[in-house]
């Protein structure tokens, strides 16, 4: 089964770009747009691994239990790091190589956020 990644607006590519920007915008954000199905459910996963009740608390329970999973998880910010650089080409890992440090944050970030913007479907059972 092979996935097509999304083709996301030019004006994510448009303008005064560093390389790190550029790889960040034409290569992880469709990546995670693509994974979003499977990142959903391994954040629902993790929450049900730890005992989390997500779908009862209010939102802003919520939101603090996606922000320190994200903070504080080593182990399920390194399986959530690997979902994405998984679908990474040879070409593409080789630059991902150049920023490491810097992407593995960006990717985090992004992910963080795409998990706190669907909160509602989280909570679905």
């Known amino acids: 089964m092979e996935k ?16 790190e ?16 199905d499977i990142l959903i459910l391994r954040v629902k996963s993790y929450f049900l691994s730890k005992r989390v009740v997500f779908n009862v608390m209010d939102k802003k329970k919520r939101t603090l239990a996606i922000e320190q999973a994200f903070l504080n998880d080593h182990p399920f910010k390194k399986e959530i790091q690997g979902i994405v650089i998984g679908q990474l080409s040879q070409d593409e890992f080789q630059q991902y ?14 992910v963080k956020n795409r998990m706190l913007d ?8």
């Open 21 to 36: 920007e550029l790889f960040q915008n034409m290569v992880l954000r469709p990546i995670i747009k693509m994974q979003h």
């Open 118 to 125: 669907s909160i509602i479907e989280l909570s679905r059972q």
């Open 97 to 110: 190589l150049k920023f490491e440090k810097s992407v593995n944050k960006r990717i985090f970030q992004m």
């Open 4 to 19: 097509v990644r999304p083709v996301l607006p030019d004006s994510l590519t448009e303008g005064d770009l560093k390389e």
